[in-house]
């Protein structure tokens, strides 16, 4: 992946005049007011999304807290005001033919059968037993174009009801080592809803202080491609129509260089070298996640 070179800063203000919701909670924030119907806080989101096209927020004299955690999710909308953030990570954002993101949206199942197993049993999945698309109708090479990979597998999940995910990678360590960088996963999201993904900065070293989460947030027509060995977690609805996919979603297994997939992917949730120590004991969530969860992600049972 190439990186990007331009290493201009994109962080902005904004006022909590500028956010005003209508309808049923018609209300400036102005004041610290709490914000408590759904409709409200989705409008919120809505808002910093549709109004501020930049990567993120610094509120000045802000008091709602909800508005503060807000501000912190890292929006992935561009790849020129993510540039810093990219390199850090070794990653790549790419946009996505809504054509194509349509189509699969119709490929996916409409009933889920299989979850997650380990620590998360509210993520619903599908992973294909073929690489590529063509089992699916679709023609490989529309995707190979945009992630330049050599051989890829699709999954599709769905986020039943909100739990974070622990940090893991989606290999075995053995199997990521041996592979070296030619391994990457991308996700992107199949609704208008986008979705949300929480990463971790990479640290070997097993005496160094707790290494914070990022959650960032993908938009719909939008693919980020990270390499394999990302410590990363997922579980996340904000899809408030408890009748639909919460936060339907593509999650790809990418090889190229020469690099090789395994049919089966086997998430692991321990350290390198140390099967015995989870890497969420120095892997925390991000320091806004409990506000998130209390006043933002959907939790359906």
């Known amino acids: 992946m190439a990186p990007n070179n331009n290493n201009s800063k994109h962080n902005s203000h904004f006022q909590l005049e500028d956010l005003t919701i209508h309808g049923e909670e018609e209300r400036t924030f102005k004041n610290n007011s709490h914000i408590t119907s759904k409709q409200g ?10 109004n501020k096209n930049e990567t993120a ?8 807290e909800l508005l ?19 390199e850090r990570f070794g990653a790549s954002l790419f946009d996505i033919p809504l054509d194509l993101v349509k189509d699969l949206e119709r490929c996916a199942p409409e009933n889920f059968s299989a979850r997650v197993a380990d620590f998360n049993d509210n993520l619903f999945y599908k992973m294909q ?17 945009i992630i330049n990979s050599d051989q890829f597998l699709i999954s599709f999940l769905s986020t ?11 290999f075995p360590w053995e199997f990521l080592d041996e592979q070296g ?45 990270l390499p394999a060995s ?18 339907l979603r593509c999650h790809l297994y990418i090889a190229r260089n020469g690099g090789r997939l395994s049919r089966f992917q086997t998430n692991k949730y321990t350290e390198p070298g140390n099967k015995r120590k989870e890497l969420a004991e120095r892997y925390i969530d991000a320091s806004a996640m409990d506000t998130l969860m209390h006043s933002f992600f959907v939790q359906t049972k």
């Open 57 to 64: 927020y610094l509120i000045d004299n802000a008091d709602n």
């Open 160 to 170: 039943e009801t909100t739990t974070p995910q622990p940090a893991h990678v989606d």
């Open 181 to 225: 960088d030619s391994l990457e996963i991308g996700v992107f999201p199949l609704t208008t809803e986008g979705m949300f993904l929480q990463v971790w900065a990479r640290n070997d070293d097993p005496s160094s202080v707790s290494i914070e989460g990022e959650i960032i947030y993908i938009p719909y027509g939008k693919l980020l491609t």
């Open 129 to 145: 037993d073929e690489f590529g698309m063509e089992h699916l109708g679709l023609n490989s090479e529309d995707m190979q174009n």
């Open 68 to 86: 503060q955690a807000l501000s912190k999710v890292r929006i992935l909308n561009d790849a020129s005001t993510n540039d810093s953030w990219l």
């Open 41 to 50: 806080r989705a409008l919120l989101w809505h808002e910093i999304l549709e």
């Open 230 to 247: 990302t410590i990363h977690g997922g579980g996340f609805r904000s899809t408030h129509d408890c009748l639909n996919h919460g936060n």
